[in-house]
């Protein structure tokens, strides 16, 4: 996992490592340059070593979750009086395996003499800290010793005039796609001897770097979903894999097409054969909520507790300590009783927290909409790679940018005594479904009232729907056969003489035009999912 954080106290990196990790296998985390504040002592004096609270508290934490941990790099003063960058790295039972001191330091910092290399269960470990990542005498000894990867922590700004940038902001966009495509080039070259996976870590844009954390692989690259802050989780492919999860099209240049391929890579021409390919560009998303969350977001510190070392349990613990390390790995353990619970399946986006539907504006912008169960909104542009425009289903009612309370039927009708506003605050996004064009789409969402549907024309409502439950078919809708022998049960009957309040959800939805749409209700009690065709103009619906 990839943090692309501003520098963070060493509280708030470990909220964020609490956060992030909690319901993940995760082998190695990873943060950028200058990535933590830390208390005074540790630049004033003495070595990184554990008699600091923040190496003492993060080395704790990587032993509870058996990770490894590469505080990108820290201020250390060290014994000679001389300050370094120093990248710091944690293994699996919280020992420090490696402090590697920038060779190529900034200004006013001494230099380091030794490679950053340290070694995991998978082989060696290459670090490469800022600028070094682009210097041929930084690559050669990492290169040497046969890494499977190299990671790269940085933290640099985005070279571009700041005032050119408010101006014009497509500029920005563009220098942003430039800065992955460019180290991108400086990657495929300098591993083109030896293929390993590639892993950077820079912080947000304006916040000290420039938003360009990627995993750069021989036949892909992972791309941060923005520039602000966000965690990435990637899983870099084993290098005996690397040549077989190339996509077809792959093949040997001849030596004309080397010698025209080296007018972009001169160092080309030093190999007698080359093989080039298709790559694919794998640019995943993250919606304005969870990037606020990154930096925001509070967590339970009592995970981070004190608990005994190998050295301190008993020598007899046998099987017990072998199912504790099981636990603390988050991993099965063959031959014990030890097994990870499973993720909940899920079956027509009943675990979804987010529906995703790719839709093209009138003017030809190619955007995803992401809509949270939450009811946020966000309009993700394809091509620039950023949000283009949020929006909350909460302000489509009562006047609120998608219509008036004598348009909306909800309105009319809070109903239930919870009030409108209470109401809309209580709804949880089911469904989301495209319509008959391109720029049109469709919101399902169920409140403790009944269906509220919205009918999108690029980010605008045109139309807003409410189904009461009570309104639906529930007289036609079948029902699951009794088993053989068991009492005759309903849920339509009477609870302290009233009727068992009913109640369904969208699960998939279409929009077959301004007045139809086609959806998959799952109903509460003993029925089975069925499809509804529901009338727009007067809020009924119909078995298909």
């Known amino acids: 996992i990839v943090f692309q954080a501003p520098k963070l106290t060493y509280v708030q990196a470990i909220e964020l490592l609490l956060r992030e990790t909690k319901e993940l296998i995760v082998d190695i985390a990873v943060l950028p340059e200058n990535a933590v504040e830390h208390p005074p002592q540790v630049t004033d004096q003495g070595e990184l070593n554990k008699d600091n609270v923040a190496i003492m508290l993060i080395s704790r934490f990587a032993r509870q979750k058996r990770m490894y941990i590469v505080l990108g790099s820290l201020e250390e003063k060290g014994q000679d009086g001389r300050i370094y960058d120093t990248c710091v790295v944690f293994d699996r039972s919280g020992e420090i395996i490696m402090r590697y001191r920038k060779q190529t330091p900034d200004l006013g910092k001494a230099a380091g003499t030794v490679p950053g290399l340290f070694s995991t269960e998978l082989g060696p470990v290459g670090v490469l800290l800022g600028i070094e990542a682009e210097e041929e005498i930084r690559w050669a000894p990492i290169i040497a010793a046969s890494p499977w990867l190299v990671l790269n922590p940085v933290n640099a700004p985005l070279r571009m005039d700041s005032a050119l940038a408010k101006a014009h902001p497509e500029l920005q966009v563009s220098a942003w796609h430039q800065g992955f495509q460019r180290m991108q080039s400086i990657v495929e070259s300098k ?57 077809p099209g792959w093949r040997e240049l001849d030596v004309d097409e080397i010698i025209k391929a080296a007018n ?41 507790r004190e608990q005994p070392t190998l050295a301190e349990e008993p020598k007899d613990s046998g099987k017990d300590h072998e199912q504790q390390e099981a636990s603390n790995s988050g991993r099965q353990l063959v031959g014990t009783d030890v ?78 005594g919870l009030g409108l506003d209470n109401l809309w605050r209580l709804l949880t996004v089911t469904a989301t479904g495209l319509g008959p064009l391109p720029f049109q789409f469709i919101v399902a969402a169920s409140t403790p009232l009944g269906i509220i549907l919205r009918i999108f024309d690029e980010a605008t409502v045109l139309q807003g729907i409410s189904l009461p439950f009570e309104s639906l078919p529930w007289d036609r809708w079948e029902k699951f056969p009794e088993p053989e022998g068991s009492l005759d049960s309903s849920d339509d009957e009477l609870e302290d003489g009233q009727p068992a309040k009913l109640s369904a959800h969208i699960r998939a939805i279409f929009l077959v035009d301004s007045t139809t749409a086609l959806a998959v209700a799952e109903p509460s009690g003993d029925r089975p999912e069925a499809a509804l065709l529901l009338n727009l103009e007067t809020g009924t619906s119909e078995f298909m």
Request: proline letters at 9%; one cysteine or more; hydrophobic letters at 35%.
């Open 339 to 416: 097994v990870k619970e499973p993720i909940p399946e899920s079956v027509m986006g009943r675990e979804a927290s987010c529906y995703l539907l790719p839709i093209t504006t009138r003017d030809g912008r190619n955007l995803y909409v992401a809509t949270e169960r939450s009811a946020a909104m966000t309009f993700w542009d394809v091509r620039q790679k950023r949000e283009w425009r949020s929006y909350s289903l909460i302000n489509s009612v009562g006047g609120k940018s998608g219509g008036t309370k004598d348009s909306d039927p909800l309105a009319r009708d809070p109903g239930g």
């Open 191 to 247: 591993t083109r001897a030896h293929p390993c996976c590639f892993l950077r870590a820079d912080a947000p844009l304006r916040m000290g770097g420039a938003g360009t954390s990627m995993l750069v692989e021989p036949h892909r690259s992972v791309l941060a979903p923005g520039w602000g802050p966000a965690a990435i989780v990637a899983e870099p492919t084993p290098s005996a894999e690397l040549t077989i999860r190339r996509p």
């Open 264 to 304: 972009h890579d001169r160092d080309l021409l030093k190999y007698e054969e080359v093989e080039m390919g298709p790559r694919y560009l794998v640019w995943t998303m993250q919606t304005p909520s969870s990037s606020h969350e990154i930096l925001t977001k509070k967590v339970d510190w009592s995970d981070v």
